[in-house]
């Protein structure tokens, strides 16, 4: 149970901390002589990362049933919950590699990262004595969460002056917003029931996600109209 939902945990991590390691290069040049630069950079990083691992992180949460049926079986049902709890640690992970290789190693600071994965993972295992043998896979899908929480939450404190100008809370908002409306889809959707027909929930994953770039794209957010419009340049006339 607890093998089924790494695989999607690690997946998706794998996924988004790739797109994240492109641009670690960038961000270690001008954090050595531009940083004005280094700020702008690390800024559209962040909030291209809430814009699309928030639904990211939704998507699975709201169908993960189907999910485990489509990778194990119905059999593994069960993982449902260790998906879920896999799904949160999976934002504190992301968030944490952008603030340890996007902040710390760029500015010399390797230190303090070790000290982030050394405190997390004494603290994963303390608290898998604790937590497996209650909860079994859940109680180590839990204490992942924890340590994820525990590493971003390290770096951050130390970056904490540079973070405040990374975040932009109108991002946060827009976000949330395009959040409610993929899961008002959702529901819709599972009202007609293709949402959780075993053959069309990934149609339902599709209109959801295409109902969520509208809405962000009718609030006006700028990473998502200049990533539609690398996908589809207008022609000109």
């Known amino acids: 149970l607890y093998g089924v939902a790494t695989k999607v945990y690690t997946i998706v991590k794998q996924v988004f901390n790739a797109a994240i390691g492109v641009t670690i290069p960038r961000l270690s040049n001008y954090a050595n002589c531009n940083f004005e630069k280094f700020i702008y950079l690390l800024r559209r990083m962040v909030h291209i ?3 699309f691992i928030l639904p990211a992180s939704l998507g699975i949460i709201l169908y993960k049933n189907e999910i485990v049926n489509l ?7 069960d993982a449902s919950v260790t998906l879920t709890l896999f799904s949160i640690a999976i934002i504190f992970a992301v968030f944490a590699n952008i603030i340890c290789n996007g902040i710390l190693v760029p500015n010399g600071k390797e230190k303090i990262v070790l000290n982030a994965a050394i405190l997390s993972a004494i603290i994963n295992m303390a608290l898998n ?47 949330g917003i395009g959040c409610v409306v993929m899961g008002g889809v959702y529901y819709l959707l599972s009202v007609i029931g293709i949402s959780h ?41």
Not at 146 to 159: K, P, Q, R, S
Not at 217 to 235: A, I, N
């Open 49 to 51: 990362t809430i814009v």
């Open 71 to 77: 990778i194990a079986g119905k059999e593994f049902q």
């Open 129 to 175: 004595f604790i937590f497996i043998p209650i909860y079994n896979h859940n109680g180590a899908a839990f204490t992942t969460v924890i340590a994820e929480l525990v590493m971003m939450l390290y770096a951050l404190l130390h970056e904490k002056e540079i973070a405040k100008e990374l975040i932009e809370v109108s991002t946060i908002i827009r976000t």
């Open 197 to 237: 027909h075993k053959q069309l929930f990934l149609l339902g994953i599709v209109v959801c996600g295409m109902f969520y770039i509208l809405s962000m794209l009718v609030m006006g957010d700028t990473e998502v109209r200049c990533l539609m419009k690398k996908l589809w340049p207008m022609k000109n006339a």
